[in-house]
């Protein structure tokens, strides 16, 4: 059975008419009837009614004196269902089904007034009491945003939130749980209340399940529910589980706030329901959803930055911070694409490390942890310094820089970066007690074209780099194990040096030309090196000495060679590399001598 019903300002003004099913009516005051007794606002003739489809027509006559209104903006013509409310005047009218359940705030009492309200409205809504509604709202930013973790953060904003909604009795913030089902018109959602405040009563609550589902799930948008006053006369107290007067739940948007809504109930203290069914441009309860909407943008985006934050430091473990800051501000796909680019290759592999393993083979998880020390001393020395870190091979940090943007300074920071590695090494080792203590590093560098980006099958990929030079740094890597240096650069990384990088900043001394072990083609080998200083084994004239002593090397006068890498201080290592080939052979360059030391072995 469908019945029209009608409820009226004052206790006992309660009119209920069946609706026939497809027949035309007229609501008004000539109808014997269609007539409201108390409603003085209704016309003689004031609207046509059609019940069809589970659905009631309104039409408004035009002989009718005053508005219809419906969703609080007045309606010539539009349908309603069971328990959509319409006003004319100051009584409500309503549609009940026996084949509808009624929406219920959990003590049985039906929803008079259901409507959503979209953004477009809301912008159009002013603020009466702006002050006050701006104050809470300039320390809501600030005190969310101190808050240490996701609760505190929630706690936050419902304190807030009810202090700027003064008529409301309860606030919260829910989380609409997997299994609610918009298409299925009785299901339940799960709701789990996240973090709520009552204002004058203590206790549990249960938002309404229907409120929440049409608010999150099938508007998308906030929606408001008014009940009835009228209550249980056995019933001498309120509850949180039901009696309230009016509710609404606002969603929040965007990825921050997905699945989550603010929930706000309240009582109407006194007042008539009619007075939250007034026209949505002077209803009180607008400005307390705009209020709302305000608060659930905030906390939003307040989320988002924290999710993203959470999302930048995961990232971070596999994207140097110049990559992740490339990707973060464009298209991952295009920003990744390998191009060709001028690079320089670092590659730096921990000495004393195969030594301690065998040592301490009983307490491997310790030494791994050492290690795992050690390259986070590369790690931070490569970033903070602009290099992109491609990948650990063992106990083998391999970086580079001059992708995905070139500077003019890459090869001097990758120098840069390579000295501090050297220099952090030395401190430890200075400290016995220090886990790093006894470890060293050697560093090989060098520069020239390659191909860099996302590298590696349709399945997995990492962002390195490919070509010749990489291969090369390998070698010069190697290479500090038989020249007894810690740092060891190709031809165009040490010619960049000596013209790019000042004494005071760093130094380089060509040591020797090389034919690596495998290879055909011989190159120059130099050192870098740190400035002049009381920690520093060469002064620059000893320097200047021994490249005297090279240029007699490579035109085969050993004696003078030998002579002069004599006067060099005996601390410096790097020399003997010259001094075992005199020695070798004798003070005699061989017959046919070009300068080149060919290497036996890789390392």
């Known amino acids: 059975m469908n019945e029209l019903v009608a409820k009226g300002e004052e206790e006992g003004q309660t009119w209920r008419q069946r609706l026939p099913e497809s027949q035309t009516v007229v609501l008004g005051r000539e109808s014997e009837y269609w007539n409201i007794p108390w409603e003085r606002f209704l016309s003689r003739r004031h609207a046509e009614l059609t019940w069809e489809n589970q659905r009631l027509e309104v039409r408004r006559l ?28 100051g009584t409500i009218f309503t549609v009940e089904s026996g084949d509808d359940g009624s929406l219920s705030t959990g003590d049985g009492r039906q929803v008079l007034h259901a409507f959503s309200i979209s953004p477009d409205k809301l912008r ?22 101190s808050a240490p973790h996701e609760s505190e953060l929630l706690e936050q904003a419902v304190n807030l939130l009810l202090d700027g909604i003064r008529k409301a009795d309860v606030a919260c913030i829910l989380e609409l749980e997997a299994g609610g089902n918009a298409a299925v018109e009785d299901s339940e959602p799960n709701i789990r209340v996240l973090s709520s405040v009552h204002r004058t009563v203590a206790g549990s609550f249960k938002p309404s399940a229907r409120l929440v589902k ?44 997905k699945g989550l809504a603010i929930y706000v109930a309240g009582r109407l203290q006194g007042a008539s329901p009619a007075s939250a069914l007034a026209p949505w441009s002077s209803n009180d309860l607008s ?88 390259l986070g001393v590369m790690t931070k020395s490569i970033h903070d310094h602009g290099g992109v870190v491609a990948d650990f091979l063992g106990d083998c940090a391999m970086a580079f820089w001059g992708w995905p943007l070139s500077h003019d300074d890459d090869v001097q920071q990758a120098c840069m970066a390579a000295l501090d590695i050297q220099a952090e090494f030395q401190r430890f080792s200075a400290d016995p007690t220090h886990p ?143 001094l075992s080939q005199i020695l070798q052979h004798n003070h005699q360059a061989p017959a046919g001598w070009d300068g080149v030391i060919a290497m036996q072995s890789k390392s």
């Not at 508005?67 to 319409?86: D, S």
């Not at 509604?133 to 005190?143: M, P, Q, T």
């Not at 006053?229 to 509710?247: P, R, V």
């Open 436 to 578: 790093l203590a006894g470890f060293r590093a050697g560093v090989g560098l060098a520069t020239g074209n390659a191909v860099a980006g996302q590298i590696g099958s349709k399945d997995q990929a990492k962002v390195t780099v490919f070509g010749p030079v990489v291969n090369l740094a390998s070698r010069l890597e190697g290479l500090t194990k038989i020249l007894r240096v810690p740092i060891i650069v190709d031809e165009t990384t040490a010619e960049i040096v000596r013209q790019r990088m000042p004494a005071t900043v760093a130094r380089s001394r060509r040591l020797a030309r090389i034919r690596p072990y495998g290879l055909l083609t011989a190159l120059d080998v130099s050192e870098v090196m740190h400035p002049a200083g009381e920690n520093e084994i060469l002064s620059d004239a000893d320097i200047e000495q021994y490249e005297k002593a090279l240029a007699a090397f490579l035109s085969g006068d050993w004696n003078e060679a030998y002579e002069l890498l004599h006067s060099i201080p005996p601390q410096d290592l790097g020399k003997d590399i010259l």
């Open 62 to 89: 035009p002989e009718a004196s005053n508005p219809i209104y419906h969703r609080g903006e007045k309606a010539g013509a539009f349908k309603v269902k069971p328990g959509e409310p319409f006003v004319i005047g």
């Open 214 to 257: 049409k608010a999150v799930l099938a508007e998308e948008q906030s929606v408001v529910h008014v009940w009835t006053t009228k209550q249980d006369e056995s019933e001498q107290m309120f509850t949180l589980m039901g009696n309230f007067d009016w509710s609404f739940c606002t969603p929040l948007h965007g990825s921050g706030g």
């Open 287 to 374: 400005e307390d959803v705009k209020f709302a909407e305000l608060v659930a943008a905030i906390v939003s985006a307040l989320r988002q930055n924290s999710y993203l934050q959470h999302r930048q430091g995961i990232l971070g473990h596999f994207f140097s911070p110049s990559v992740l800051r490339i990707v973060s501000a464009s298209d991952p796909e295009t920003a990744l694409k390998p191009r060709d680019s001028e690079v320089t290759v670092l590659f730096c592999d921990l000495r004393g490390f195969s030594k301690k393993v065998e040592l301490e083979a009983a307490h491997l998880t310790e030494v791994l942890e050492r290690v795992s020390m050690a």
């Open 124 to 145: 159009q809504v002013p603020f009466r009491d702006a002050p006050h509604r701006l104050d809470v709202l300039g320390h809501l930013a600030k005190v969310i945003e």
